[in-house]
C-alpha cells in the first residue's frame, strides 16, 4: 500500500505540472487499497481526472464512496458471458458480483464512466456476442474487446540472444491460455458479426487487425511486426 503522503506528494507534482493528465488507479486491486477513500478526496481537490480498473468483487460495497468522491471512470474488467468468466476466475459469483457492482453504481444515477474490458481466449472466442448480449442492458460508455498481450517462449530466446545481457525477457501469458488452441478463423468471422451489429455502447477491438490473414499471423506467427 502506498503511504498517503507519498501519493499526495506524487498528486500535488501531477497537478502543478501536468494539469491535464489522467490519474490511473491499477494493478493488482485497488479497492483494496486502505487510502482509497481519502486518496481519491485529494485527487478530487486538485480537480485531476481519476480512473480505477477493478475486477469489481467489491464494487457494490464501494460504489456509495466511488460516485461521492468524483470517481471520473471505472474499468471492469471481465473474461466473457457468466460461466466462461467464473471458470478463469475460478469463483463461481465473480460475475455476479461485477453486476451487482454495475447496478450499484447505475442505480445511484451516477456520472462514472463504466468501461468493460474483456481479452480474448481460447475460452470465449465464439462466446463474444454473448457476451456482449449480457451487457446490454447496464448504462456503459465502452466496452474493449481486446487480443491477447503475450510474450512467447522464442519471442523470448530471440531477444535473450541479443539483449539478454541487458535487458533479459521472459515468455509472458502463455502458460495457462494456448494461442493455437485459437480458431483464427472462427474468431475473424465473429469479429465481422459483432462490428455488423448495433450495441447499447461503444465496442472497440485492441489492436485493430485488418484481415484474417493478420489475425492468424498475430496469434501464431508473433515475430512478425504488424503496424
Known sequence: HMPLDL???????????????????????PLMYIYLKESLQYVKEKNLFASLTTNALGLKK???ILDQTGLNEINISLD?????HN???GNEHSFSK?????????????????????????WNVGKLEEFLGCLGSFKLKRVGLMHSNFTSHHIAAQHNEIFGGLYPATASN??????EFIDTNNLWRE?????????????????????????????????IFIG
Open 191 to 223: 469479429i465481422q458479426e459483432v462490428k455488423g451489429k448495433r450495441w447499447n455502447f461503444q465496442v472497440n477491438f485492441f489492436p485493430e487487425i485488418e484481415s484474417a490473414e493478420k489475425l492468424k499471423q498475430y496469434y501464431l506467427n508473433p515475430e
Open 87 to 89: 471458470y478463469v476466475r
Open 7 to 29: 501519493f499526495k506528494k506524487i498528486v500535488d507534482q501531477a497537478a502543478r505540472y501536468f494539469p491535464g493528465i489522467k490519474l490511473g488507479y491499477a494493478f493488482t486491486e
Open 98 to 122: 461485477a453486476v451487482e457492482g454495475i447496478e450499484a453504481l447505475t442505480s445511484r444515477g451516477s456520472k462514472i464512466d463504466i468501461n468493460i474490458y474483456c481479452v480474448i481466449t481460447e
Open 174 to 179: 502463455v502458460t495457462d491460455t494456448k494461442n
Open 80 to 84: 466473457g458471458p457468466p460461466a466462461i
Open 62 to 64: 464501494w460504489a456509495p
